[in-house]
């Protein structure tokens, strides 16, 4: 049996606004083996960030809290952590990858010192080595001229490169856990694929992986199992190729007909009617309700429950 890296169990996260009160994530488990790429997708809005914010302790508190569950990272209760140990976790042992640079890196600081510095709270090494260590990160993310730019301010970067910056400063800490929300959406195609490769080495070397992504075309790339999220909670969850021969849940199809086929290029694609209710009006029984093909009356008036529907795969829907 694969040993099990993260185990999130019944995780809800409310938000309280001057609008109200809603569940960002309601009630959602899942976990992670040792060495396993597993991809959570879905549309914005869905829930994913904030899930992955939960992992890391980072959602904005007020107005975000998290009401209930448990995040086991190793057999440890993240959810229990005082913040200084929390501060030891994050980054050594759990990395993140941001959608913004802006998030991970200061502007008043140069690249080169950053990276120096992040190696260096997390590993007992000089700074010449960390230096040399931050200068061959860059080159591997495909940032040319990398002695050069380890003296540039974040500024004089693209938003392309400033991205692998942040890729490379969240790799080459050697983290148990790497946790990547849309890593490569900014980077045109060939920086893509390098991205990919450096996430599959991780891979190789037991690093659990989990990518938050809108684009079932990475999935497909990068991922061993997938857990599909739909507007706070998780719809379905089964292995990639199950997944893709034979989608289960009507938002899981909706997504797989919106990515192109090969050998159908001419063909026009269908992407899911309608969009993500506002969560201060979700239906009160199935969410999708309001977007699915197949509702009916019971959908609209009570809560389908995700269940298994085979070997490793769960759903939730009437119709499973
Ligand atoms: S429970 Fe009903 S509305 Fe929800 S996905 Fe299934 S058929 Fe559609």
């Not at 148990?176 to 900014?186: G, K, M, Q, R, S």
């Not at 980077?187 to 893509?192: P, S």
């Amino acid at each position: 049996m694969v040993e099990k890296i993260l185990d999130i169990n019944d995780l809800t996260v409310t938000f309280e606004t001057d609008e109200g009160v809603f569940n960002a994530v309601d009630h959602v488990s899942f976990d992670i083996g040792k060495g396993e790429i597993v991809g959570l997708v879905g549309e914005s809005g869905c829930g994913k960030t904030v899930t992955a914010l939960s992992i890391t302790r980072l959602i904005p508190s007020p107005p975000g809290r998290i009401a209930s569950g448990k995040i086991l990272f190793k057999g440890e209760d993240l959810l229990q952590l005082g913040i200084k140990e929390m501060r030891r976790i994050r980054g050594r042992k759990i990395s993140m990858i941001f959608q913004e640079p802006s998030a991970a890196l200061s502007p008043l600081h140069r690249i080169g010192n950053q990276m120096v510095e992040t190696i260096r709270m997390h590993q007992k090494i000089s700074k010449k080595k960390a230096w040399k260590l931050s200068e061959e990160w860059l080159g591997k993310v495909g940032i040319p001229d990398a002695k050069e730019r380890m003296f540039a301010l974040p500024y004089q970067l693209s938003g392309g490169m400033q991205q692998r910056v942040m890729i490379s400063m969240a790799m080459m800490t050697e983290p148990d856990l790497l946790i990547a929300d849309e890593p490569t959406t900014a980077l045109d195609v060939t920086i893509q694929m390098q991205i990919f490769e450096l996430i599959r080495a991780m891979k190789n070397k037991e690093v659990s992986i989990l990518i938050i992504t809108h684009d079932m075309g990475v999935i497909w790339e990068m991922c061993d199992r997938v857990v599909v999220m739909y507007a706070s909670e998780i719809v379905e969850e089964g292995r990639r190729n199950d997944i893709f021969s034979t989608p289960a849940h009507p938002y899981t199809k909706g997504l797989l007909n919106s990515i192109p086929k090969l050998g159908c290029s001419g063909k026009r694609l269908k992407a899911v009617a309608g969009y993500v209710p506002s969560p201060y009006n979700y239906p009160t029984g199935c969410h999708f309700y309001d977007r699915c093909e197949f509702a009916f009356k019971r959908c609209k008036e009570e809560k389908p429950v995700l269940k298994d529907i085979g070997k490793n795969r769960k759903a939730a829907c009437f119709l499973l």
